[in-house]
């Protein structure tokens, strides 16, 4: 069977038939602003993965990178394996654009789906490898762990590190189910106990079914899908969806983003329902906050898009990592994304202050432009700030809230100063 799949610009292969949603559950998180202070882990623990069975189940973690991972070398594991089948290299060609069926070019190596010279038995689907117990033990091995040149213990660095690239790096990586538009977890379950719901394309399985094979724990590149051995069955990320049907008590009837987007401190997380066309690409929606950061500023990236699952997540790289290994990980849109985020007009500005004001579902913005604040230069480029307001609106084209670029300054009154 064959698929498009716009992240590789091209066809490719996949054992079911194309069946896309009209809506699809799909998120951004801007990893320059992620504290790994594991609020939305335990968000998603406490709602979902509190019980018997479930200790080394973490749904939504952050990890460490490089040296991090959930299960432990999750990426290097697949990246591994796909390197096998791909003696090449994983490479694209063309350069990144506006066409919406191939922004980032054509990706000219194999996918999970395509490595047939691997596979065992012959009869599998999917290339992945099931971890073992112990690699499942802790969301954030490696916690702080940075690469680069080490000092002398004690010293500091006398110099500091700048710019576009640090010697000295690490990042915090935060990771959900992607809700894949051709998710290997449901390609390689052998009951078809796994399924994507026509209405927003959360990816289930459905637990009645499951008779606990691990063949979706295997497939799944991301490593998203778990097993439980005291009921047998595997379980993985169930997208909050009784908050995005807007069944929540908190809010009823209104789409509520999921716990774990909910939950951030840092104001990483932005998770919405995008209109997709016929053939799966997006459909232009031009004031849908999550279509303006991946089709129009181009800022937020597939996680491994090389994998070939067409994730839903979509990330803003960090800014101070070296290039090649962000090029491995969010593929060829990497240093035009990067540039823009560094370097954002009115609008970038604007929409990057929607994220966190609410727990409401966006589904459309609008600027009302306001007074210039600032003017200066900027790493040696003028830039200019302007108070501009942006206005969030909900399914039903009501608005949810606005905000402005200039956060309101609180002076607290003498009555209620600090006393320490
Ligand atoms: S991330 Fe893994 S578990 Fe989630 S839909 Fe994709 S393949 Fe399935
Ligand atoms: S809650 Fe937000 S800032 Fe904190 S670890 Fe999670 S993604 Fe990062």
């Known amino acids: ?25 799909a998120f951004v998180f801007n990893i320059n602003r992620c504290i790994a202070c594991q609020s939305c882990t335990m968000a998603c623990k406490s709602t979902w993965t509190f019980s018997k069975g479930q200790e080394h189940m973490w749904w939504a973690n952050v990890e460490t990178k490089p040296y991090g991972g959930y299960p432990m070398f999750w990426d290097t594991r ?33 996918t999970i789906f395509e490595a047939d010279r691997l596979l065992t038995p012959d009869s599998a689907r999917v290339l992945g490898y099931l971890p073992t117990d112990e690699e499942w033990n802790s969301p954030n091995i490696y916690e702080d762990n940075p690469v680069g040149t080490r000092g002398i213990p004690g010293e500091y660095h006398k110099t500091g590190e700048t710019l576009p690239e640090h010697k000295t790096w690490f990042f915090y990586l935060a990771r959900i189910c992607n809700h894949c538009q051709y998710p290997a977890c449901l390609a390689a379950c052998p009951r078809k106990a796994i399924y994507k719901r026509p209405e927003d394309g959360i990816v289930l399985i459905d637990q009645a079914e499951c008779r606990g094979y691990r063949k979706c724990v295997e497939a799944c590149p991301y490593k998203k899908s778990m097993y439980r051995g005291n009921t047998r069955v595997s379980e993985k990320c169930i997208a909050c969806y009784p908050r995005i049907e807007g069944k929540d008590p908190e809010s009823p009837g209104v789409a509520l983003e999921t716990r774990c987007m909910s939950a951030c401190i840092g104001q990483i997380r932005m ?12 459909a232009e929606d031009r004031q849908h906050p999550l279509y303006y950061l991946v089709h129009v500023a181009k800022v937020a990236l597939p996680l491994y898009p090389q994998f070939g699952t067409e994730p839903n997540g979509y990330y803003i790289p960090p800014r101070w990592v070296p290039r090649p290994y962000l090029r491995q990980m969010f593929g060829p849109g990497v240093d035009q994304a990067l540039e823009r985020y560094e370097n954002p007009d009115r609008e970038l500005l604007a929409v990057l202050q929607l994220f966190r004001r609410s727990n409401r579902m966006i589904f459309g913005y609008r600027i009302i432009e306001g007074p210039k604040t600032y003017e200066g230069t900027l790493r040696g480029r003028k830039i200019t700030i302007y108070n501009d307001t942006v206005v969030a609106y909900g399914r039903d084209g009501a608005e949810l809230f606005r905000t402005a670029i200039d956060e309101p300054i609180h002076v607290r009154s003498r009555a209620h100063a600090n006393s320490i």
């Not at 054992?15 to 009209?22: L, S, T």
């Not at 998770?271 to 997006?282: A, C, I, M, S």
Request: aromatic share 12%.
């Open 271 to 282: 998770q919405g329902l995008v209109k997709l066309e016929r053939d799966g690409t997006w």
């Open 1 to 25: 069977m064959t698929v498009h799949n716009w992240h590789l610009g091209r066809e490719m292969a996949y054992p079911y038939p194309p069946a896309y949603p009209e809506r699809q559950f």
């Open 78 to 110: 697949t990246l591994e394996l796909l390197d096998r089948v791909n003696p090449d290299g994983m490479t694209w060609t063309g350069t990144p654009g506006d066409d919406r069926r191939r922004p980032w070019g054509r990706y000219e190596g194999r």
